[in-house]
């Protein structure tokens, strides 16, 4: 018969066992997920803006939770949300921000020029958006293929030339588009691979749909940027995982495909271009900057587990700054307002509770935002207008990584003694 420690034994490990298998299993890996990277807590979809009807119902939010895998070091967050709801009416179009633009412009000029692109070649890019990038390829008389899930930023494409497949992309896709004959001579996708729930699918979908010679490249936020610079704002429920170039390489390797080159790129706080091929096509050898960036991913702990856990109080600390900023600022009667209304923002401003409490609005560039309001905190959004007629003293740049367009394109309000705020890395006034 069995005693009563036993008995309690018993129930204390069924209870373990319960609790470890809710825990998530790695998206590359399939480890389980036991390490946290950060907790922002409980978030409204930093996409979902409200109408002015929509403020007196219930709001979902879900829960921010980072993990790290401590076998692959992919930091990575559950897909509490399914891509077909975030994306299929996205408010995003590319195309309002000019920096983002001239990017994408310079970037087709680069791969023409590298890889000698013509009217042969197929240019196929993995969310396309509104066409912001794939219109320069038209411009130059290269074939394009665009693939993009939300059906209400395609029909902009088209009228950019674009011709664009409404579809989410993976193998099925990657094998539809080969039967009909269509494979990529450069592969490209800015910004998704970070947003992919079946990580494994999507990349395997990619080394279908490219050509035997082909080149693939890739842009996301790098880890090693976030890390350093408290770029915590860039988590969102709609970026499920976070990359370093050593965990992007095992991943693509994984699916046969080798990555050559790395570019170190500012756009979106700092990010990494990968340039990959087919593990068989050995015309394209590892250019010195793929073996520079391992080696100092290496030796700065991207392989240990110490590294990724000192992350999260780097961020509470970044927290009290900023709200002690805030209320510094509102205790001497000071007027504060938004410029933008970013993902980013919205991780932010809720993680941190600032509301119309400290924020009496934002401003955005894109008219599908005006007169709504912040997911959560529930911050009105105006046209940038707004900021002339109000005259805030101080402006609190949500969209950081364009801090240099936003400050030039707005130093008017220097002529009331208006000052920009930046509170990523760490709270700073330009004057
Ligand atoms: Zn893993």
Known sequence: MATVDQLVNDSESTAKMLRESVKPLCRFCNTRLQHTFVDLGMSPLCESFLSSTQLNQMEPFYPLHVHVCSNCFLVQLEAYVSPEHIFTDYAYFSS????????AKAYTEQMRNRFSLGNSSLVVEVASNDGYLLQYFVQQGIPVLGIEPAANVAPEAVKKGVTTLVKFFGTETARELTAAGKQADLLLGNNVLAQVPDLNDFVAGMKILLKPQGILTMEFPHLQRLMEENQFDTIYHEHFSYFSSLTAEK???????????VEEIPTHGGSLRIYGRHAEDVSKPASARVIELRAREESAGYRRMETYSQFSEQVKETKRKLLEFLIQAKARGKKIAGYGAPGKGNTLLNYCAIRTDFL???????????????????????????????????????PWNLKDEIIKQNAFIREWGGKFVVPIPEVRIHE
């Open 96 to 103: 309002y921000s000019d920096s983002w633009l001239a990017h």
């Open 251 to 261: 991943i693509f390797a994984a699916h046969g495909l080798t990555l050559f080159d």
């Open 360 to 398: 009496d609005y934002t401003v955005d560039r894109n008219p599908y935002k005006h007169g709504k309001f912040l997911p959560g905190t529930h911050i009105p959004i105006y046209p940038p207008e707004h900021i002339r007629e109000t005259r805030p003293d101080f402006l609190l740049i949500l």
